[in-house]
Nanobody, 127 residues
């Protein structure tokens, strides 16, 4: 059974940093693209970042580009979201997602493409 477990969220002041991790099991990890999404109260789930199965390519939402970095360690079945220069508008529950193997890299920004999600980790940024 596929399991995705996020960790590393917390409370941080504006301008600070957090490092989120997503540990995967029950899948051939290196065969899958991976994504990070976030959801704030009353809002739709929003794309944050994605990484290609090999780690060679990444994609970022305009709102986080230059501040967040995504990486993966296929040997450890783990993806990382390094978040720097955090802003109050980054406050949300952050989810790690696994897209369908039938989907393409060009679809990684679309939440409906994802087959499985972790439980989420709360990130709160105070002003």
């Amino acid at each position: 059974q596929v399991q995705l477990v996020e960790s590393g969220g917390g409370l941080v002041q504006a301008g600070g940093s957090l490092r989120l991790s997503c540990a995967a099991s029950g899948l051939t990890f290196s065969s899958y693209n991976m994504g990070w999404f976030r959801q704030a109260p009353g809002k739709e789930r929003e794309f944050v970042a994605a990484i290609y199965w090999s780690g060679r390519l990444t994609d970022y939402a305009d709102s986080v580009k230059g501040r967040f970095g995504m990486s993966r360690d296929n040997a450890k079945n783990t993806v990382i979201l390094q978040m720097n220069s955090l802003k109050p508008e980054d406050t949300a529950v952050y989810y790690c997602g696994l897209p369908s193997r039938g989907s393409s890299w060009s679809q990684v920004r679309v939440a409906q493409v994802y087959d499985y999600w972790g439980q989420g980790t709360q990130v709160t940024v105070s002003s």
